[in-house]
């Protein structure tokens, strides 16, 4: 096995996972291109602002809609290079009497101590021993028949190197990998991570995994011939999940990054050589969480908030029995979204609006203000809709209207009062009439305009 292809493989990892990191998401933007952070039923300008506070809905009101539109600032991606440290024993060389007490025929089959117990066969187990040209024992294996008759390896794996030394040794359960494994890498068999990084780390290396039914599962380090971490990454089933770090040779952090279900979910850390932090980069389901700034002018904020932006970097598949890390076009990744709390002022410096997102969903409380800082309207929003308690206010601080929802549907008094405190209407939806109902839930429907 050629470890050239293993080790570069190992950098391409960390070009990969730092393809979305440094990024500065400050932007200017003028105010065409702020976002509108009223709910679907406030009404906007020309330039997408909202003209007015959203009035709660009488008996037949709308359901809202909570995906508004926002500038997208673009982001600059560097990435930074990979990984080392920390302690693991060599492979222990193959005994030479027991080398040499094999038989000279090129393939020998004798009786073994009993496998584990088969899943698909009652069989007895069989040892098989590989050899090379001059003898010397080149594979060790047991093997058992499965339901079908074919023999697969189950129980003990070593292979061995022409002088002797293991190479790779481990278990097999019905012809798949399980447990821990291990395998070396002789030093001359290839750069470590790249020529500039061949003398950073000394072979020769160790690499060693757990598996589950033929799949990664747990820890997979690669140590150098010191004992010294180089990389340690976990898997579950198989997929990225938990946390995956790489060393600098003096033992230092060099990179630290989190993966749940297979993406990036957490902070990416990036360390240099004097142990200062080099970048601090936040994923959220494998997509960066970017902040965003926009401005009237220099100076006069605009809006704020948080996008998860997608980033779209090469899928990898890992084989550690190859020693390999492949890689497949990226798929795409949807659309930005907003997440997190998003605020808008007025030109004046005074809060406009203050909402809160959950990956482009309107949740909790949004609230809007009079540019003299008089409150407008407040609403909770549930997963997108309208639930709890929707108020609105005159500019004197009178209340003009108020109506409890829930799930989006209206279900106590709507209630709306004049500036001078008079109560002009109210509407109860239990008694509402059937077709001002249908007319609610079709508006609901349709499609919201900024």
């Given at each position: 096995?050629?470890?050239?292809?293993?080790?570069?493989?190992?950098?391409?990892?960390?070009?990969?996972?730092?393809?979305?990191?440094?990024?500065?998401?400050?932007?200017?933007?003028?105010?065409?291109?702020?976002?509108?952070?009223?709910?679907?039923?406030?009404?906007?300008?020309?330039?997408?602002?909202?003209?007015?506070?959203?009035?709660?809905?009488?008996?037949?009101?709308?359901?809202?809609?909570?995906?508004?539109?926002a500038?997208?600032?673009?982001?600059?991606?560097?990435a930074?290079?990979?990984?080392?440290?920390?302690?693991?024993?060599?492979?222990?060389?193959?005994?030479?009497?027991?080398?040499?007490?094999?038989?000279?025929?090129?393939?020998?089959?004798?009786?073994?101590?009993?496998?584990?117990?088969?899943?698909?066969?009652?069989?007895?187990?069989?040892l098989?021993?590989?050899?090379?040209?001059?003898?010397?024992?080149?594979?060790?294996?047991?093997?058992?028949?499965?339901?079908?008759?074919?023999?697969?390896?189950?129980?003990?794996?070593?292979?061995?190197?022409?002088?002797?030394?293991?190479?790779?040794?481990g278990?097999?359960?019905?012809?798949?990998q399980?447990?821990?494994?291990?395998?070396?890498?002789?030093?001359?068999?290839?750069?470590?991570?790249?020529?500039?990084?061949?003398?950073?780390?000394?072979?020769?290396f160790?690499?060693?995994?757990?598996?589950?039914?033929?799949?990664?599962?747990?820890?997979?380090?690669?140590?150098?011939?010191?004992?010294?971490?180089?990389?340690?990454?976990?898997?579950?089933?198989?997929?990225r999940n938990?946390?995956?770090?790489?060393?600098?040779?003096?033992?230092?952090?060099?990179?630290?990054?989190?993966?749940?279900?297979?993406?990036?979910?957490?902070?990416?850390?990036?360390?240099?050589?004097?142990?200062?932090?080099?970048?601090?980069?936040?994923?959220?389901?494998?997509?960066?969480?970017?902040k965003?700034v926009?401005?009237y002018?220099?100076?006069?904020?605009h809006?704020?908030?948080?996008?998860?932006?997608?980033?779209?970097?090469?899928?990898?598949?890992?084989?550690?029995?190859?020693?390999?890390?492949?890689?497949t076009?990226?798929?795409?990744?949807?659309?930005?979204?907003?997440?997190?709390?998003?605020?808008?002022?007025?030109?004046?410096?005074?809060?406009?609006?203050?909402?809160?997102?959950?990956?482009?969903?309107?949740?909790?409380?949004?609230?809007?203000?009079?540019?003299?800082?008089?409150?407008?309207?407040?609403?909770?929003?549930?997963?997108?809709?309208?639930?709890?308690?929707?108020?609105?206010?005159?500019?004197?601080?009178?209340?003009?209207?108020?109506?409890?929802?829930?799930?989006?549907?209206?279900?106590?008094?709507?209630?709306?009062?004049?500036?001078?405190?008079?109560?002009?209407?109210?509407?109860?939806?239990?008694k509402?009439?059937?077709?001002?109902?249908?007319?609610h839930?079709?508006?609901?429907?349709?499609?919201?305009?900024?």
């Amino acid at each position: 096995m050629c470890a050239t292809n293993f080790l570069l493989r190992v950098a391409s990892v960390m070009i990969l996972l730092l393809a979305g990191v440094n990024t500065r998401a400050d932007e200017s933007a003028d105010a065409n291109s702020a976002p509108t952070l009223a709910p679907p039923q406030a009404s906007t300008d020309a330039e997408g602002n909202m003209a007015d506070a959203p009035k709660p809905a009488k008996a037949d009101a709308a359901k809202p809609s909570a995906t508004d539109e926002a500038p997208v600032p673009s982001a600059k991606d560097d990435a930074p290079t990979p990984p080392a440290k920390n302690e693991t024993p060599t492979p222990p060389a193959k005994d030479d009497a027991s080398t040499s007490a094999k038989s000279d025929a090129a393939t020998s089959v004798a009786p073994a101590p009993a496998p584990a117990p088969s899943a698909t066969s009652d069989a007895e187990g069989e040892l098989v021993t590989e050899r090379y040209a001059d003898g010397s024992v080149k594979i060790e294996r047991q093997v058992t028949k499965d339901a079908a008759g074919n023999y697969v390896n189950h129980g003990t794996y070593t292979a061995y190197a022409p002088d002797g030394t293991v190479q790779k040794t481990g278990v097999f359960q019905n012809g798949k990998q399980q447990g821990k494994w291990t395998q070396s890498f002789a030093k001359d068999e290839g750069h470590l991570f790249a020529t500039d990084h061949d003398t950073e780390f000394q072979g020769p290396f160790v690499s060693e995994a757990t598996f589950v039914d033929g799949q990664l599962d747990g820890t997979w380090t690669i140590k150098d011939r010191n004992g010294q971490n180089i990389v340690e990454w976990n898997f579950d089933h198989g997929a990225r999940n938990g946390k995956w770090s790489w060393w600098y040779p003096n033992g230092d952090k060099r990179l630290e990054a989190t993966y749940k279900n297979g993406n990036l979910d957490g902070e990416v850390l990036e360390w240099g050589q004097g142990g200062q932090v080099n970048s601090k980069t936040a994923y959220v389901d494998g997509k960066r969480l970017d902040k965003v700034v926009g401005w009237y002018t220099l100076g006069q904020k605009h809006y704020e908030g948080n996008y998860l932006r997608v980033v779209r970097m090469p899928e990898p598949s890992y084989d550690w029995w190859k020693g390999s890390i492949n890689t497949t076009e990226a798929a795409p990744g949807g659309e930005d979204q907003k997440h997190g709390t998003w605020t808008e002022w007025y030109r004046s410096g005074n809060k406009k609006t203050e909402a809160q997102y959950d990956h482009h969903i309107a949740v909790g409380k949004f609230v809007w203000w009079y540019e003299n800082g008089q409150k407008q309207a407040e609403v909770e929003y549930q997963t997108g809709v309208y639930s709890g308690t929707f108020t609105t206010w005159h500019p004197n601080g009178l209340k003009e209207s108020q109506a409890e929802y829930r799930n989006g549907e209206l279900v106590d008094k709507w209630m709306h009062w004049d500036a001078d405190g008079k109560l002009v209407e109210m509407r109860d939806p239990s008694k509402a009439a059937p077709a001002a109902k249908d007319a609610h839930q079709a508006a609901a429907a349709a499609p919201q305009s900024r």
